[in-house]
């Protein structure tokens, strides 16, 4: 089951449109990929999405399942959304009560366990070693967990296990924290220890697995830490998401998207192959299918069909699908989601000030400046840093040539 719902306040305008794992990655990608080929790849055939923020970006991508091989009759994916009807329905309120109101469908799969998974990190893993931990060391409940950097800890449910494995404490993201044992965000349950734990009756609703589920569980069911070693980013912030595709254009690559033993599937458009331009320079990019360059790039991601207009530098940046960038135009160190104008002689990322965003001073403090999906740009604006355009916004809604760093349009 894999949770695909929720919208990450710390990605601003890329949630706004759309849900987290619906978020474009690496050009061609989108963030669900992952967990959907890890499925696949692990022999995992029988896969549940659970939505709900703004799920139709996300539906039309995946579809019936078809290029995850999931579009059976027996088995392949399922798309579960909210409801309203007898019993349980409404809302989902967490990852808990999102499983909570799906436990009928569970229940119809005839299975002894249960795979749980977030949809919004970028990783690749084969989920049969752990299984196969979680069974041969008789577990209720398996937590996938690796090690994080301690000024990160604060990011994620943090585990405290003791020498054989065995998860003596877990807190959701604590303040502070003497472990630095992350939770993946990956659950293994035993159906019935699943089902009880989802159904007690207590106090308050336990709505989320890491704030009320497993803290409640480990001083009464066996709960064990599986700990992974492999390339694993939450891409949960708009810095950590620049970051995890700003690496893949390093010479070694901690995540290699060219294993053919481990291929990534995706939903790819009928686009022609990429092309350069003969006065162009490129340089340590990352180029889609469909995407012209006839400017400069470089060190940036460019998605299907995006077009970079003679005399145009685009340099650290991530540019997704269908952006057309003018003659002139200079972008540097941006997010730039679908679909954005940025006509003739636009500077995105001029000047030195980097005065923090004024509405997410916490997340948008190191520069990067975001563009929302099909904003249109008025010719020769110069933006800053940390600046935040929301989608749709047209040439009337900036006041001035001039917008200045920690800004929003």
């Known amino acids: 089951m894999i949770m695909a719902g929720g919208a990450s306040e710390a990605l601003s305008v890329l949630t706004s449109v759309r849900s987290e794992p619906a978020i474009p990655f690496a050009g061609k990608f989108r963030i669900v990929d992952f967990p959907l080929s890890n499925c696949v790849n692990s022999n995992i055939f029988s896969v549940a999405l659970l939505t709900q ?78 299984l196969r931990f979680h069974h041969e060391q008789t577990a209720d409940a398996t937590i996938a967990v690796r090690r994080v950097n301690a000024f990160e800890a604060h990011r994620f449910g943090i585990v405290t296990s003791s020498p054989d494995g065995v998860v003596t404490d877990f807190e959701e993201k604590p303040h502070r924290s003497r472990s630095t044992l992350a939770s993946m965000g990956i659950y293994v349950f035993n159906y019935e220890a699943l089902v009880a734990c989802l159904n007690e009756e207590t106090e308050s609703p336990r709505m989320d697995f890491g704030r009320d589920i497993l803290p409640a569980i480990i001083c009464r069911d066996r709960v064990l830490a599986y700990p992974f070693e492999g390339y694993w980013a939450d891409v949960g912030t708009l810095q950590a998401y620049w970051e995890a595709n700003m690496a893949l254009l390093g010479e070694s690559p901690a995540l ?24 162009a320079r490129v340089g340590g990019n990352l180029l889609s299918n469909g995407s012209i360059v006839e400017g400069t790039a470089e060190r940036s991601i460019m998605s299907p069909g995006v077009f970079v207009s003679a005399g145009a530098v685009v340099r650290d940046s991530v540019v997704m699908n269908d952006t057309r960038i003018g003659p002139g135009a200079v972008v540097e160190r941006a997010i730039i989601d679908k679909e954005v104008e940025i006509p003739e002689g636009v500077h995105i990322g001029a000047g030195n000030d980097n005065t923090p965003n004024r509405q997410l001073p916490e997340h948008l403090n190191t520069g990067l400046t975001v563009i929302g999906k099909r904003a249109q740009l008025p010719r020769g604006v110069r933006v800053g840093h940390n600046v935040i355009i929301n989608p749709g916004v047209t040439p009337d809604a900036f006041a001035g040539e001039e917008i200045p760093s920690g800004e929003t349009v």
Do not use: C
């Open 53 to 130: 923020h703004m799920p139709r970006s996300l539906n039309d991508h995946v579809g019936v399942g078809k290029p995850w091989d999931l579009d059976r009759s027996q088995g392949g994916l399922r798309t579960l959304q909210p409801y309203l009807g007898r019993g349980i329905s409404g809302w989902q309120q967490g990852t808990a009560d999102s499983v909570r109101r799906n436990l009928d469908f569970v229940e119809e799969q005839r299975v002894d366990t249960v795979l749980i998974l977030a949809g919004d990190h970028i990783y690749k893993m084969d989920y049969r070693p752990l």
């Open 256 to 279: 290699d998207l060219y294993d053919p033993e481990w291929v990534i599937h995706t939903r790819s458009e009928e686009q022609p192959p990429a092309k350069i331009g003969p006065e």
